[in-house]
């Protein structure tokens, strides 16, 4: 049976919809960093999202055998490789815009719901073309940079695409706050906000920085599920509020 990072690790993939506090280790990730709004047809985002796909396709095929056994010619052979179900996409958000970083590392502040603004500690939900991310899958431990360079090059040569982008990207996310979320991805202040105060309660605060983001971890194909039942994994950096 193939391995499954989100059935292994339930604690980092399939939280309650309530907040619980997690210490995240470090995890290697392709990732492709852009900036604009996720949801252009033609737009960045979505060319980084095709970009991971072939590269994560390419190393869990790399090993594939032809019916009747044996190995076909130019088959890869990466140590330590095992069978695997590939891990969901993710993403780190943040705005660099002068409202956002006026809001970046304070309290909730949601605007009231006419004004068509949301703020939530330094994302202004109604301005999507301001986000910079980090979309990212995570890799299994066998996959070295060595071994996402080759991927790399193969999926350059098969697929006759440009995958320059895609890098090897290690994150410790340490101490955070997280939350299942359950619905659009534009009603999660409501759940951010649930997830702020339990941390407050904890005797946490917010850590965002400009190398500790705003984490989403994507369990649901928004092309195939209906907006209100999409599932979000939400994570924030934490730290103990000083004495």
Not at 43 to 48: C, D, L, M
Not at 84 to 89: F, Q, S
Not at 196 to 200: P, S, T, V, W
């Given at each position: 049976?193939?391995?499954?990072?989100?059935?292994?690790y339930?604690?980092?993939?399939?939280p309650?919809n309530k907040?619980?506090?997690?210490?995240?280790?470090?995890?290697?990730?392709?990732?492709?960093?852009?900036?604009?709004?996720?949801?252009?047809?033609d737009?960045?985002?979505?060319?980084?999202i095709?970009?991971?796909?072939?590269?994560?396709?390419?190393?869990?095929?790399?090993?594939?055998?032809?019916?009747?056994?044996?190995i076909?010619?130019?088959?890869?052979q990466?140590?330590?490789?095992?069978?695997?179900?590939?891990?969901?996409?993710?993403?780190?958000?943040?705005?660099?815009?002068?409202?956002?970083?006026?809001?970046?590392?304070?309290?909730?502040d949601?605007?009231s719901?006419g004004?068509?603004?949301?703020?939530?500690?330094?994302?202004?939900y109604?301005?999507?073309?301001?986000?910079?991310?980090?979309?990212v899958?995570?890799?299994?431990?066998?996959?070295?940079?060595?071994?996402?360079?080759?991927?790399?090059?193969e999926?350059?040569?098969?697929k006759?695409q440009?995958?320059?982008?895609?890098?090897?990207?290690?994150?410790?996310?340490?101490?955070c706050?997280?939350?299942?979320?359950?619905?659009?991805?534009?009603?999660?202040?409501?759940?951010?906000?649930?997830m702020?105060?339990?941390?407050?309660q904890?005797?946490?605060?917010?850590?965002i920085?400009d190398?500790?983001?705003?984490h989403?971890?994507?369990?649901?194909?928004?092309?195939?599920?209906?907006?209100?039942?999409?599932?979000?994994?939400?994570?924030?950096p934490?730290?103990?509020?000083?004495?």
């Open positions: 049976m193939a391995f499954d990072f989100k059935k292994e339930k604690e980092f993939y399939l309650k907040p619980g506090i997690v210490t995240v280790p470090g995890m290697n990730y392709m990732a492709v960093r852009g900036m604009g709004d996720p949801n252009r047809e737009g960045e985002y979505k060319q980084s095709g970009l991971l796909y072939g590269i994560a396709f390419t190393i869990k095929m790399s090993t594939r055998r032809p019916k009747g056994g044996g076909s010619a130019g088959d890869h990466i140590d330590g490789y095992f069978d695997y179900v590939v891990p969901p996409l993710e993403g780190f958000w943040w705005q660099e815009t002068a409202s956002a970083k006026l809001n970046f590392n304070t309290a909730v949601v605007l719901e004004s068509g603004r949301c703020k939530q500690n330094g994302i202004a109604a301005h999507k073309e301001d986000f910079h991310w980090i979309s899958i995570r890799l299994p431990d066998f996959v070295t940079e060595d071994g996402l360079r080759w991927a790399i090059e999926a350059t040569k098969k006759k440009d995958f320059s982008k895609v890098e090897f990207l290690t994150i410790e996310e340490g101490l706050v997280q939350c299942m979320h359950i619905g659009s991805y534009d009603d999660e202040p409501a759940t951010i906000a649930m702020h105060e339990f941390m407050e904890q005797g946490y605060k917010l850590d920085t190398k500790r983001r705003h989403e971890i994507y369990l649901s194909d928004a092309r195939r599920v209906a907006p209100e039942k999409l599932k979000t994994v939400i994570r924030h934490i730290k103990r509020k000083e004495s």
